[in-house]
């Protein structure tokens, strides 16, 4: 609107002044640009002036005299509808659809306009129109200068190079405008201390390779945090992480580096499944000796306690008849003694002359021999 400041009142006072042919025509030019339309009304308007004011010779002092008595009505008329059109044409304004304006009363937030015809009464009010819809680009880590710096430190205190773009947009231009001496400069250092902040939070494998998402995602948050406590009136559309590699002056170290991690990480997989196996194969020992000692227990414990019952029971036919249960227990007892010999035992046996001794045929021996040939 600054464009507008001096051409429509300029062009006025310049065209009631003029005294001669050629100051008419530098009116309008001198004003600023116009639009052809209202600069053919303020011609028109001169010329008309001209002529009504008295002015029927060309030029000289004798037209500038009389012209102070030559004012007529249609004349102050016609300059008053080209001084009122050239007044509306810098008032009236119009705001297209992805656009936004911002009014100041005397350099002071006034209002914001929306989108079609807006008015702004000049010079008391003028507008400034803001691209809020379009999409801008914030490219961070690409060191295009000294301090646009991608390499970040990461928790396992690892260097690691970062490349990424904010998208933003603008959602109140006011704050935008009044807020802000540099909003690109702003939203850069605010991603790139939000991007060091969440690296440094991080270890380098997972920024390498599956977190990437989600560290956008994280960062994009931190990021509107930030800006909003800044008062900046800006919105982050999205998080683009482009670049997450080694500084390109380590790379192969890296790489052995990382390879030698992988070893690392399978031995001890393999360690861990070794373990596993053996600990579940020493608890199943464990557990087959503890029910081998309960069923031992067990039995010794049954054994005892029907030796115990045996005795008792015994004993009470001990007491009811002593005597048949001794020699029951005398046969009980040589039955378990000579049981398992090969003895034959004659009783009361005289033989032969006197002498005890009784001719026997050992016909279990025989018998054996037989069936072994």
Known sequence: MSGNNGGPWGGGNRGGGNRGGDGGNNGPRGGGQQIPEIEEIVKKGQEQLRVLMGGRGGTGGGNGGGAGGGFTKRGVLLGLAALTA???????????????????????????????????????????????????????????SVLDSGLMLTRDEAVVDIEFQVVWNIADPARFLFNLADPSETVRASAESAMRDIIARTELSPIL??????????????????????????????????????????????????TARQERDRLEREADAYANRVLAEARGQAAQ?????????????????????????????????????????????????????????????????????????????????????
Do not use: C, H
């Not at 702004?120 to 060191?143: F, L």
């Not at 406590?229 to 500084?247: E, H, L, Q, T």
């Not at 010999?341 to 006197?354: A, K, P, R, S």
């Open 86 to 144: 050239a007044w509306a044409f810098a008032s009236f304004y119009t705001v297209r659809p992805e656009e936004r304006s911002v009014e100041l009363l005397f350099g002071q937030y006034y209002a914001t306009g929306n989108p079609g015809l807006n008015f702004a009464p000049w010079p008391v009010v003028s507008a400034e129109v803001v691209q809020v819809t379009t999409e801008r680009v914030t490219e961070v880590g690409t060191g295009r």
């Open 289 to 373: 000796l503890r029910e081998e000692s309960e069923g031992y227990r067990a039995q010794v414990v049954n054994t005892a306690q029907g030796e115990a019952s045996r005795f008792i029971s015994v004993y009470s036919e001990y007491v009811n008849a002593p005597e048949v249960t001794r020699k029951r227990m005398y046969l009980e007892t040589m039955e378990q003694v000579l049981g398992d010999m090969n003895l034959t035992i004659l009783d009361n046996v005289t033989g032969e002359n006197g002498s005890g001794v009784l001719p026997y045929l050992p016909l279990n021996d025989l018998n054996r021999q037989r069936s072994a040939n």
């Open 209 to 258: 390779n599956r977190d990437r998402g989600a560290i956008a995602a994280d960062l994009q948050e931190n990021v509107q945090t930030l800006l909003d406590s800044y008062d900046s009136g800006i919105n982050v559309v999205r998080v683009n992480f482009d670049k997450a590699d080694p500084p390109e002056g380590v790379i192969s170290a890296f790489r052995d580096v990382q």
